[in-house]
């Protein structure tokens, strides 16, 4: 059984093999021998290695003969390298944005911290879990709550200082913003720094007031907490077990993918009709 429908790996894999290009030829015909085992094709890795991001284990418990461990390092290290999953996200925003449309007069941006017990270069000690190796992710979102711009960071991290590399991510995968922009945020930036940021990027401020409670005050902002909600949902973003940064990047953009096009498709059936359109209403 797939970790993920084909409805929502093949358009990702489409675009996947897109970037990185063609598989090179089986044998290398320079190798003094000739006798060097065969290459493992991209596809077989890639789905390795959407077996590892959903289910979040370890790359030795979803090797198999066709495909070893050793291999799906060597050719995750290669493209998280390349930027291959944010290639991949910016190509499945601007398919969302063609076919439903980005909100961007309204972005959210909120931290959510989850675990990494091998520590690493995103790692640092989470406030929330007697000091244990933690990762926080920093999201910025459109008005509908399509993840545009993620930064990682160690749990310790504080909100606050991560909003302007998490807008400058959002800007790099989207290109211009809107002339008008309202940012929502929770009380975790009310601060004097938060709206001089805001002030200079030319932004509209929404920020909730410490001291009151949230409920009376949630505004625009709670799509960003579901949109962490279906990051989540992902095995290795909940317990990141990576080391290298740009690993850890590259699951965040590739899982940030599949809930873009996991909404475009949602949103695609109640608007257009094809054929082949999937007739269950939640997408498993």
């Given at each position: 059984?797939?970790?993920v ?7 990702i ?21 000739g006798c ?11 789905e390795?290695l959407?077996?590892?991001l ?33 290639q ?20 959210s941006?909120d ?13 640092g ?6 000091g ?6 920093s ?8 993840p545009l ?6 749990a310790?991290r ?9 807008l400058?991510a ?15 945020l929770?009380a975790?930036?009310?601060?004097g ?11 509209e401020?929404?920020?909730?007031r ?5 409920p ?5 902002r709670?799509?960003?907490?579901r ?14 077990t990576d ?15 599949f ?5 475009l ?11 082949t ?6 997408l498993k």
């Amino acid at each position: 059984m797939p970790a993920v429908p084909s409805c929502l790996l093949e358009p990702i894999w489409v675009e996947f093999s897109a970037v990185i290009g063609e598989d090179p030829p089986g044998f290398d015909p320079t190798h003094p021998l000739g006798c060097h085992r065969r290459r493992i094709p991209s596809r077989v890795v890639f789905e390795h290695l959407i077996d590892a991001l959903v289910h979040g284990s370890g790359y030795e418990r979803i090797a198999t003969i066709g495909c070893s461990d050793r291999t799906i390092r060597r050719r995750l290290k290669q493209w998280a390298k390349a930027g291959v999953a944010q290639q991949v996200h910016a190509v499945a925003l601007a398919a969302y944005d063609l076919i439903i449309g980005l909100e961007l007069e309204d972005l959210s941006v909120d931290g959510c911290i989850t675990k990494a017990p091998c520590g690493g270069d995103k790692a640092g000690r989470s406030p929330v879990d007697r000091g244990k190796g933690g990762l926080k992710r920093s999201i910025a979102t459109e008005g509908a709550g399509i993840p545009l711009g993620i930064v990682s960071a160690g749990a310790n991290r504080h909100d606050s200082p991560l909003l302007e590399p998490t807008l400058a991510a959002a800007k790099a995968q989207v290109g211009p913003l809107p002339d008008r922009v309202t940012g929502h945020l929770d009380a975790g930036y009310d601060s004097g720094v938060t709206r001089k940021l805001l002030a200079q990027l030319g932004f509209e401020g929404e920020i909730s007031r410490k001291g009151i409670p949230a409920p009376i005050q949630v505004g625009k902002r709670w799509v960003v907490e579901r949109t962490h909600s279906w990051m989540n949902g992902y095995g290795k973003l909940r317990r990141c077990t990576d080391k290298d940064g740009d690993i850890v990047d590259f699951h965040l953009y590739l899982a940030a993918a599949f809930v873009t096009i996991r909404q475009l498709i949602q949103r695609a059936r109640k608007r257009y009709r094809w054929d082949t359109r999937p007739t269950t209403r939640r997408l498993k």
